[in-house]
């Protein structure tokens, strides 16, 4: 996709910030890694330690890249949690904190950006991790030559993130597009925000080994019994998949259904933003006839006329999501896109 160039800046750092690790990358404007480096994140130690191991980190991938400080025109972060995209305030991140008398104090109203380009005297901007994976998507991804996007991260919580007429939408606060935990069921399944019927409560890693658990219960006959050996606490997403591609009616009946739900989810999204495109990423969307389900479903839950423009895509960006959106945002910020 062309874009306006208004920085002579030949690299950017990428940042993905978890929740163990924290990863940083130097990208060029073509889209390369040209340099890479990984510490712990220090999540439990407080905003001054984690800032000190993420500083440490781009200090290391700029190096692996052979270039010099001076070369980085931005450092752009995903952080999991709200965080502010203007003031570079973290709102909510509750992985992160610092454990005070026995306590664990989450980060909560936390400068983040400013220690950072403090620190290292380059312009640092930040992002929701889920929002950032989306741009990343956008950018570089399924979501190429489109303006209009909508991008499902599934695992064990459901993230999203929503580019919309070419902007990543981020809300007031930078809490915007808690896709997971918008509503699919009246009065359903608790989840784990506290409400109920939410999209995580039906589709998220925990609902999946539960619907399986429960067709296993009933004493249906499946795979599934034999290979747990008495020990339900072994069941995975891997081992129903594994079953499924067997021909497992109970494994391809979990998938099945699991789709049905994220269908709806992705139906009310796809009625919302009218996207080109909707993005499904997390390692579940490979799991034996999910997407083929979801799509139905979608088709079945959308305004026809919304459902017939918009295609399902897989990610293509994996586990470099994070520090490629974040890339994408520093780049963006510096171009005056974002
Ligand atoms: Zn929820």
């Not at 500083?55 to 700029?62: H, L, S």
């Not at 931005?74 to 992160?96: E, L, M, Q």
Request: charge should be negative.
């Amino acid at each position: 996709m062309e874009h306006n160039r208004s920085t002579s800046a030949l690299f950017v750092v990428g940042v993905d910030l978890g929740g163990t690790n924290v990863r940083a990358a130097v990208v060029d404007r073509k889209a390369n890694i040209c340099g890479q480096a990984r510490n712990p994140s220090a999540a439990k130690q407080g905003i001054h330690l984690v800032v000190n191991s993420l500083v440490e980190t781009v200090r290391k991938a700029v190096a692996d890249a052979g270039i010099k400080m001076t070369d980085i025109g931005g450092i752009g972060s995903a952080v999991p949690g709200h965080i502010d995209a203007k003031t570079g305030v973290i709102h909510w991140s509750p992985n992160f904190g610092e454990v005070v008398d026995g306590q664990m104090r989450i980060f909560l109203e936390t400068p983040y950006c400013e220690p950072i380009s403090n620190e290292l005297g380059v312009p640092s901007f930040a992002g929701n991790d889920a929002n950032i994976a989306a741009l990343g998507e956008f950018e570089y991804g399924a979501g190429k030559d489109t303006q209009d996007m909508v991008m499902f991260t599934l695992g064990t919580g459901i993230g999203g993130g929503v580019i919309s007429g070419g902007k990543l939408v981020t809300g007031s606060t930078g809490g915007a597009v808690e896709i997971g935990h918008h509503v699919i069921v009246a009065n359903g399944d608790q989840c784990g925000c506290g409400t109920f019927g939410c999209m995580e409560a039906y589709c998220g890693t925990a609902a999946i080994l539960e619907r399986a658990m429960r067709k296993i219960e009933s004493n249906r006959q499946t795979l599934l019994f034999d290979m747990l050996q008495g020990d339900k606490t072994t069941l995975t997403p891997k081992m129903i998949d594994d079953a499924a591609k067997l021909g497992d009616a109970v494994s391809l009946e979990v998938f099945e259904e699991t789709g049905y739900y994220l269908g709806i989810g992705i139906g009310n999204a796809v009625n919302l933003f009218n996207p080109a495109v909707v993005v499904i990423g997390g390692g579940i969307r490979k799991a034996t006839g999910l997407l083929d389900a979801a799509e139905r479903s979608m088709r079945r839950h959308t305004i026809h006329s919304l459902a017939h423009t918009c295609r399902i895509a897989e990610a293509q960006l994996g586990e470099d999501a994070g520090v490629m959106g974040a890339a994408a945002l520093a780049w963006r910020k510096l171009d005056g896109l974002e």
